[in-house]
Every structure is written in structure tokens, then in C-alpha cells.
């Protein structure tokens, strides 16, 4: 089921972007370390290989068919909008105090989000343009 099978475009028409909290396409594989560590090392590589394979096929396929679901999206009566300055920073400084807050009581999800901010940190040095409204903190 899609949002445009439910009609939201009717009673929700606007659609606002960018949706940088919505996770988007990820995978997620979960198995123990023993078990891991149990596997031979060739099933440990093919295992990483199609971990890797399944992860940049969604990724792919979720930029290939965007496009279109926006213009269908839009075909139904929804209005694309870009979020203002002010909503952008609001969710950007609410999302680092819940993630100081939950790095206070779990010490491995504080090691997990330092990683995560400075490897982000970095990406929007990369990536960022001179318009950009977002401050990096």
C-alpha cells in the first residue's frame, strides 16, 4: 500500500520536503556474533557481499522510482512544498537534544550517534551548497 492508494492527496495535499527524519530505504540483518563467528569465512564474505548487494539495490530502486511517485503523487491533487528554514533548524536542534538525551542513559547508542554526527559532519561539508538553510551542530 502506497499513500496514493489511500488517497491522502485529498485530505493531505501538501507534501513536504525534504524528509531527511524519514529513514527512507534501508535494510536491516541481524545475527549474532557466535553464530558469526561460527561461519566459515567464505559464507561469512558471501554473506556481506549479498548484505551489500541487497543495500544498494533498494537504495537504487528508491531513487529510480521517486521520480515517478512524485509525479503521481502530484497527478492526484497533492502540492510539493519545500519545509521552511525555521521548520528545517526546529527538527534539526529537537533531533540532537533527543539524541543527547538517549546518549545520557544508553552508552552504546551515545558511541553509535558521535560516529553517525561526525561522519555527517563531514558528508555536508561534502555536500552542502551556499543557499543551504541547515547549521550543522
Not at 541481524?30 to 553464530?35: E, H, R, T, V, W
Not at 560516529?115 to 547549521?135: E, G, H
Amino acid at each position: 500500500m502506497t499513500t496514493r492508494s489511500f488517497g491522502f492527496a485529498k485530505v493531505a495535499p501538501y507534501y513536504y520536503y525534504p524528509g531527511w527524519w524519514e529513514g527512507g530505504p534501508s535494510l536491516h540483518g541481524f545475527i549474532s556474533l557466535a553464530k558469526w563467528e561460527a561461519l566459515p569465512k567464505s559464507y561469512q564474505t558471501a554473506l556481506t557481499a549479498a548484505c551489500q548487494y541487497a543495500t544498494t539495490w533498494m537504495q537504487a530502486r528508491y531513487d529510480a522510482q521517486n521520480p515517478a511517485a512524485l509525479k503521481r503523487l502530484v497527478a492526484a491533487g497533492a502540492h510539493l512544498r519545500p519545509s521552511s528554514t525555521e521548520i528545517m533548524n526546529a527538527c534539526l536542534k529537537a533531533t540532537n537534544e533527543l539524541w543527547a538525551e538517549i546518549s545520557a542513559k544508553n552508552a552504546d547508542f551515545k558511541k553509535f550517534i558521535e560516529l553517525m554526527i561526525a561522519f555527517r559532519n563531514d558528508q555536508y561539508l561534502w555536500c552542502r551548497s551556499p543557499s543551504s538553510p541547515m547549521t550543522v551542530t
